[in-house]
């Protein structure tokens, strides 16, 4: 039998690299429930005209990468239906907003989500057919003040102190505004009328995103094509008076707090429902997937998918490529990078195995990290075993439990004690060496 492996674009996480995702989920609640987000878990599958509507039929993700299938019917009186693994989190988001009614709170909703998201990618270092993404919505009407520019402000200003408290330097913040949907559509329209002159000079990707989706032609990196994007009209000339006060609020904003940030007209995104503020983070370390993170406003999407007016914002950070980046950063956690476990229980001969484990259990519910060995291991191979995951090692022979007293060496120091059994878990809760 051919061996199977983990499909093409998955990866297995293991330990101790899990350790680095563990550490940068925990880092991201914490920060989170700072800013008074709560999380939200939604489906990893959902009818595949939520991607459609709210992503858009010409994006990349929506016409090529996803995962789609037609589910059959159980039934003769069901139908069958299309179903899509998600490519992104905010759409699925949006529609919970809209199912459970959380507009009808007045409220502004705060909302997190960690998860795996699923595109049929070409895979290389950084990008992957299923990969993880930290990502935080923040919507509600507009009575909630959802569509305030110092909404837009709070969010960068939380992903910059995120990034900060990850300990990942060198990270560039990129901002542009895409306007309303009626700029975006003057925009479009100006863009592909400039077009039409220039795009046969262009790369085969440009001439087609000519004709299909104008926009996309900004995210082109073929250097020939450099010089003509940069001659091409600019949003931020088609925006209208409300866009360009709402941009200037937002840096304002940024400026006062002192988050730091640059100017990228160019940055347009690749989803369809961005509206006004967009932005990316980005890190030199990354190589030619060098987005950490990206998002922006959408105050049309819940209405787009059958929803109350629910202006919003948010963000969506790959968690793999933060990942990438601390390894690069600071290497990969070694094994020590787990905890050492309080205490190694050895059992001298298979006869003790039953009351090793029933003392390993009485221990662990008391709340010390515990490994236990086998009566079967030679002495000198549960000293080994030991040393290598414990601070300290517990013998248990017959003669331990007739006397109830065990014997215990503390790795750090190399000293042996004898200790009575009501003693040990107090003796083991002690660091190291005390
Ligand atoms: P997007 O939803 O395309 O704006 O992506 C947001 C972030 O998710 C990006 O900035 C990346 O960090 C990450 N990301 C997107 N696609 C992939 C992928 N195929 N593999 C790994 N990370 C990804």
């Known amino acids: 039998m051919t061996t199977l492996k983990a499909v093409r674009g998955t990866r297995d996480l293991l330990p101790p690299e899990t350790v680095l995702w563990n550490r940068i989920e925990e880092t991201a609640r914490r920060v989170f429930a700072r800013y008074n987000f709560g999380e939200i878990r939604t489906p990893i599958f959902e009818d595949t005209f939520l991607f459609a509507r709210s992503v858009g039929e010409e994006t990349d993700i929506v016409s090529k990468e996803m995962y789609t299938w037609e589910d059959r019917a159980r039934a003769q009186s069901e139908k069958t239906q299309s179903l899509t693994l998600r490519p992104e989190n905010t759409a699925g988001v949006v529609r919970a907003y809209i199912e459970h009614k959380l507009g009808e709170t007045g409220q502004l909703q705060k909302l997190y989500y960690i998860g795996p998201q699923f595109r049929r990618e070409r895979p290389q270092k950084g990008r992957y057919r299923q990969f993880f993404q930290i990502g935080a919505e923040v919507i509600g009407p507009p009575s909630s003040g959802s569509e305030s520019p110092l909404r837009d402000a709070e969010v960068l200003e939380m992903l910059a102190t995120l990034l900060d408290e990850l300990g990942i330097t060198g990270w560039t913040l990129h901002l542009n505004s895409v306007g309303s949907a009626a700029d975006r559509a003057r925009y479009n329209e100006a863009l592909r009328a400039a077009l039409v002159p220039v795009a046969p000079r262009m790369c085969a990707d440009c001439q087609r995103r000519a004709v299909t989706n104008p926009l996309r032609v900004l995210d082109c990196k073929v250097p ?211």
């Open 224 to 434: 020939e094509d450099q010089p003509i994007i940069e001659s091409l009209p600019r949003i931020a000339d088609s925006l209208d008076q409300d866009s360009v006060f709402h941009f200037a609020a937002v840096t304002a904003a940024l400026d006062a707090a002192g988050v730091p940030y640059t100017r990228n007209h160019r940055l347009v995104r690749g989803l369809d429902y961005y509206t006004r503020t967009t932005f990316e983070f980005t890190h030199g370390g990354l190589g030619a997937q060098n987005a950490l993170l990206g998002g922006g406003r959408y105050d049309g999407l819940s209405e787009a998918i059958g929803g109350p007016k629910a202006p919003g914002i948010g963000f969506a950070l790959g968690l793999d490529r933060l990942v990438l980046t601390l390894q690069a950063q600071e290497g990969n956690p070694d094994s020590a990078a787990q905890q050492a476990m309080d205490a190694y229980i050895a059992p001298l001969g298979e006869t003790v195995n039953a009351a090793a484990l029933a003392l390993a259990r009485e221990l662990r519910r008391g709340g010390l990290s515990v490994e236990l060995g086998d009566g079967s291991f030679r002495i000198k191979k549960s000293f080994e075993a030991a040393n290598r995951t414990a601070r300290r090692i517990v013998i248990l022979g017959e003669d331990e439990l007739q006397s109830g007293i065990l014997t215990v060496k503390d790795f750090s120091t190399g000293i042996q004690t004898k200790v009575p059994r009501a003693e040990l878990a107090a003796l083991l809760a002690r660091p190291a060496g005390e």
